[in-house]
């Protein structure tokens, strides 16, 4: 490949940044043709280095990458949007977004509905309570990378879980269990999840972020669904999310 066949041009939303050896900046981001990168900008510490400046986490920059063998390079990047200034709380939750999205996904793996979505989520986050944005977020997310769980049929017997009918959750198997099949279920961590709650699942699975229709939330089906939700990412990732962390020592 020459040179120039290794550029890549794209819109990008940063996931992460952190500090690389003396003066460089180590990047991940979520473009819109091209899905997850991650490059390395050479100087971008330096004071005199603008484009550097650009560089942090939620910034939506054009960037051209140059791709390397082992890692890529940022050759440019320049401002799509101008960066918004987030308040602690909306900082907070959308690293919750951007962390996800980092272990959600693969590198190079074209998805442009996530970067829409993605996109979305960091406006609205201004706008809107950012504990449901981000929560919509993530459902959406679990569908659109295919590791969503069964919220409809128990994960045990495949029977249709009725609205109205009591069910838990199992984050290990990935669904729900029915009555019938908890009486018999040896398996631990299984959690309540009730009917309003899987109601809630829906209407956060379907928000439309351009016009989010009002809707009433009852507390304990919120922390019952943000309980249920976490602990099934938690089994999907096998570790802890510094972004949850973070979240629970500012108590949100
Ligand atoms: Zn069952």
Not at 38 to 56: C, P, T
Request: with cysteine.
């Amino acid at each position: 490949m020459s040179e120039k066949d290794r550029l890549l041009t794209d819109e990008a939303l940063l996931l992460h940044v952190r500090n690389w050896q003396t003066a460089d900046k180590y990047a991940v981001c979520f473009t819109r043709e091209h899905g997850k990168l991650r490059f390395i900008a050479y100087g971008a510490r330096y004071e005199r280095n603008v484009q550097g400046r650009l560089l942090q986490p939620f910034a939506n920059l054009r960037i051209e990458v140059q791709q390397g063998q082992k890692v890529d390079k940022l050759r440019s990047c320049e401002l799509v949007q101008v960066p918004q200034a987030l308040d602690v709380q909306q900082m907070a939750y959308a690293a919750v977004a951007a962390e996800l999205t980092a272990v959600l996904t693969e590198d190079r793996a074209p998805q442009p509905e996530l970067y829409e979505l993605l996109q979305q989520t960091l406006a609205i986050i201004l706008e809107r309570n950012p504990r449901l944005v981000v929560l919509s977020f993530a459902i959406k997310l679990l569908y659109i990378t295919g590791f969503a769980p069964q919220m409809q049929h128990c994960v045990s017997c495949g029977e249709r879980v009725e609205d109205e009918a009591e069910a838990w959750f199992s984050p290990l198997q990935g669904g729900l269990i029915c009555s019938e099949c908890r009486a018999g279920y040896s398996g631990d961590g299984l959690e309540h999840c009730g009917a309003g709650t899987r109601r809630l699942w829906q209407t956060l699975a379907t928000l439309d972020f351009e016009h989010p229709a009002a809707f009433s939330v009852r507390g304990a089906e919120l922390m019952e669904l943000e309980k249920n939700l976490y602990k099934f990412i938690f089994f999907q990732t096998d570790k802890p999310l510094n972004s949850l962390n973070f979240l629970s020592q500012l108590g949100l």
